[in-house]
């Protein structure tokens, strides 16, 4: 797998966004404490979204974007794709 772009549901309901090389793993590091501060405290997650890219300066631009879109637009995001494999 390339490079991946996701957004994970915190417990808290909180969403975090981030880039990786192995979704699976990063998932795995992220709910056993091991994949960032952020999401430490705030277990177990839920992958709600993500998309690949080209390569890691396409990823890193991507989460920068969705980073600074509105917490409504990260969810009508992840719902869009929701609704695609549906």
């Avoid at 998309?51 to 509105?70: F, G, L, P």
């Amino acid at each position: 797998m390339g490079w991946c772009v996701y957004i994970v549901e915190c417990n808290d309901a909180s969403l975090y966004t981030g880039i990786t090389t192995d979704l699976t793993s990063r998932l795995a590091k992220h709910n056993n404490g091991t994949g960032a501060k952020y999401t430490a405290a705030r277990r177990p997650v839920t992958l709600r979204y993500h998309e690949v890219a080209t390569n890691r300066s396409d990823a890193s631009q991507r989460e920068a974007t969705i980073k600074k879109m509105t917490r409504a637009a990260k969810l009508a995001l992840c719902q869009r794709q929701g609704q695609k494999h549906a």
